[in-house]
């Protein structure tokens, strides 16, 4: 695919710096892909747009605090960037690291009294980094910072450390929202068993690379980031049975069609992923997707296409702009059904 495809004109005023004050209280652009005729909703009427029976897969990931400011032995500041823990102590992480000085091993950077993060070494991907600490978790969580969006170009407030989490967040791990799911609330997910819709998770920890823009040209090129993923058993024949019973798959979120596709290409329930999908790809399982609005030139944009189409994506976006929809991670959302 050419990249140029992926590329579009956004007002900036269009970027949402702040969730809406309600956390269902977005708009919803709807693309029904049978007829491409698009509708304006509400994400807090989702249920009436999703069809009767869907299995709706979200992803379970929690964010992390997993920036981090310290000082080194110098007094130069420095800024660590957890990306993914290395093992189940949670102690030593694959890191990025900015500091007016190159970060070399044996480095260590005091967070607070309690926590400190020692540098080990650094691969392709970025930096090996150990944190000091009684208790990770507790330490992250005292002393880390929301890891927001660059594009939204502010600090975190308390507040974010609400909204910049799903509801269902369950297992600690991603550096980035799975932000389509931002807008559901337990009254949403309610009203979706009423309309006999069965409910099931996958957990994808979104990494950092989710905010790359794509370089080249030609998105084969496009060097893919990894991320974590895992279809618990259950989940796996949930999926089955709705194919068989010839139910739609709804995924919320792009993490969550990832993370079913990979399994679907694979069999491995749980494992990195580097898949790319863009127009062209097949799609195994997931026929009906809940998502935000994209950056230009992503990845994710793509994937939003493969499923829906470009001409039809790429009008979408053209409407929603038009009308003054707010995109990117606090932004409106759209439902391709």
Known sequence: MRVDALDYALPPALIAREPTPERDGARLLVLPRATGALTHGAVRDLSRWVPEGSLVVVNDTRVIPARLHGTRASGGRV???????????RRRWLALGRA???????????VSPALAVKILGRTDEGLLVELQCADPDQALARDGEVPLPPYLRRAPTEADRVRYQTVYARVPGA?????????????????LRRRGCAL???TLHVGAGTFAP???????LHPMHREWYEVPEE??????????EGRRVLAVGTTAVRALESFAATGEPR?????????G??????????????LPRSTLLALVMALAGVDRVREAYREAIARGYRFFSYGDAMLIV
């Open 235 to 244: 989940t796996a024949r949930a999926v089955d049975q709705a194919r068989r």
């Open 214 to 220: 794509v370089t080249v040209e030609d998105l084969d």
């Open 79 to 89: 800024e660590v960037f957890l990306l993914r823990a290395l093992d189940d102590t």
């Open 271 to 279: 494992g990195d992923t580097r898949l790319l999908l863009q127009p």
């Open 281 to 294: 790809s097949a799609f195994r399982v997931v026929d009906a997707l809940m998502t935000n609005f994209h």
């Open 175 to 191: 550096v980035a929202a799975p932000t389509a799911g931002l807008h559901l609330t337990p009254e949403g997910l309610e009203a």
């Open 200 to 202: 099931c998770a996958v």
């Open 100 to 110: 007016s000085k190159p970060l070399r091993p044996d480095t260590t950077v005091t």
